[in-house]
């Protein structure tokens, strides 16, 4: 049932906002000029820094008192921040107990650092900690504060490997504190996931989350005001109130922000009703996939894969349309020839089986492409999954009918309060403000980093690459350091296992294909002459624990075999090694044939490879280029987002006028 939670006080709610995509220039101008004027004020440690002090103070206090005793504080707290609010006098008490909890049931007290964090979140900032400074301890300070207030708190991540594994690691801290939490993951039925997110803090997916969210506002139609919602209480229609998942949107802790409330930001979630069944489809697919196949690239079309963008000529065009001409009843109309074609032109040139798609038991499986997982029961829309079934001879799916979609962008402006953690945010710093208005805080590291940095090799051909790998994980492994190397899809994670497979060297694959045992494989990662090859999977949020004799022969090493599209997720996975001060080290192996090069210079760096510079000038003069290349498409996916949040603000402004009834 609905229940309006127990407001955080006002200071901490008044987030500005911003809506960018009904300004103009000027204004967007004057925005960014007044998020960075405003940044010292909005984010500035300092003011957090004073908060230490009087937490330390309490800490003494709290750990001469007995269990008995702590239960009664936390009965004590827990009524006065019901009745008064956060007031910073109790976010003191609450944080100074919630760290001597820690400390009692994990052994693990939050250093100043995680405070500061902790401090820097619960004001609605994101928190930039560090990869490996303990971001999932840190999360439990503000949840439970929060949830002592009650307030409904959702803990929100990329991938149900990390929900699971952070939700059980801080149970204990919350179970003590008298909290309850639970775990959305995928699988769940309506009435688990209604008593999950009952629970006073939840832990959960960015995208369980969203799609929760949607099949909750299809249940409610169009009476999603909370105005609405207190109507139907009145009116005694709990069927509809009963009916719903979640408690509402209140507070969000979202943790890796940048890639929950950004990198996935592209693609808006939908959810689709009942399988129409046409079975003339079938034929209008398979008449796209052979127009498409007989169009010729650079004459009827050109593919830019960098962008992922295909554009048609105007030749090409004149093609389609005459192609199509009295090929029967479904291809009359301009527009839906050349869409319909155009699906299949991307089916064949953009998507890429084992790096955006699986064929798993003849169905096409999607890949996550920031996380590297499967997503099950997911499509792709307007057909162009269907065109992909074609292509790879699967038996076809029926398109399904669209009931509701949303963007991330507009899901999580809906929370009342938001604040969030990442160890990548530098970059998207302005983006972050101009669209959720969340500024960041940079948290400095608990204990300095001993992550030793040995530069960029650049190979011309992709065989020399993964010769050079191979050597250097043999090379590594003899000596008997553990190594993680990063692949960009399941085929090149699969490429480099046949080879060290052929050079003897054992190892183990965390891909989208073999995901069984997660945590096993995370779990070995850090032994003694360990290889692990893995996607995406492994480059955000694993935490890979080292033994003893490794951090005493240098800690784990991490190869970088392609750039990713933003220096962020490259930093990630740099951020495997290393952690709290350990011992570690990161190399990165590329080649002149890696899709961002090759794409973005191709002919350029071909010709500038040949030149007869000393080796080490023309490594950094490439790496430079490497950088721009990578700029420059990150440049591209912010203006993707920022069109998909104005799409999706059309979309909404047309769906409440049609839906407003006479
Ligand atoms: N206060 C603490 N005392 C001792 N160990 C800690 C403390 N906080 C965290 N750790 C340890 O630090 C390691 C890293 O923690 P965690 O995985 O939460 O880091 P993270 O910041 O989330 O990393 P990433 O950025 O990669 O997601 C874990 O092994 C954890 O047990």
Sequence with gaps: MYKRPQRLPQSVLERPQLNLHKQGRMERWSHRL???????????????????????????????????EIDSYIAELRSELFKQGITNRLLVRSF???????????????????????????????AEMHTGEGKTLTATLSAATAA??????????VNDYLTARDAEEMAPVYERLGLS?????????????????????VYCTNKELVFDYLKDSIVLEDKQHKLHLHAERLKGNQQILEGLMLRGLHFAIVDEADSVLLDEARTPLIISGPEIEQEEQREVYQQ???????????????????ER??????????????????????????????ELVFQALTALHLFIRDKHYLIKDDKVMIVDEHTGRVMEDRTWERGLHQLIEIKERCELSNPRETLARISFQNFFRFYHHLGGMTGTAKEVMPELWQVYGLPVVNIPTNKPSRRKKLGVSISPTEHEKWQKVAEGVRHLHSQGRPVLVGTHSVAASEHLSERLLKLGIEHQLLNAKQDQSEADIVARAGEPGCVTIATNMAGRGTDIKLSVDVEASGGLHVILTELHEASRIDRQLEGRCARQGDQGSFEVILSLEDTILSEAFSDLLKRFFAWPVPSALRTRLLSILMRR???????????????????????????SFTSSKI
């Design 34 to 68: 007044a998020a960075f004027l405003s940044r010292p004020f909005r984010s500035s440690l300092s003011s957090y820094k004073r908060f230490l002090r009087p937490i330390h103070r309490e800490s003494i206090r709290l750990e001469s008192l007995t269990e008995a």
């Design 96 to 126: 100074a107990l919630v760290r001597e909890v820690a400390g009692r049931t994990l052994g693990m007290k939050h250093f100043d650092s995680q405070l500061l964090g902790g401090l820097a979140m619960f004001h609605g900032n994101i």
């Design 148 to 157: 002592f207030a009650g307030v409904p708190v959702h803990v929100v991540t």
């Design 181 to 201: 939490v639970g775990v959305i993951v995928h699988g769940l039925s309506p009435q688990e996931r209604r008593e999950i997110y009952a629970k006073d803090v």
């Design 288 to 306: 796209a996939m052979d127009i498409a196949q007989e169009l010729e690239a650079e004459t009827h079309y050109l593919v830019n894969q960098r």
């Design 309 to 338: 963008r295909i554009e048609y000529t105007e030749d090409g065009e004149a093609r389609v349309l005459q192609l199509t001409d009295g090929l029967g009843p479904f291809w009359v109309g301009r527009v839906r020839c050349l």
């Design 629 to 655: 290349a990578q700029k420059q498409l990150e440049a591209d996916h912010a203006r993707m987002r920022a069109e998909l949040l104005k799409q999706d603000e059309r979309q909404r402004e047309i769906l």
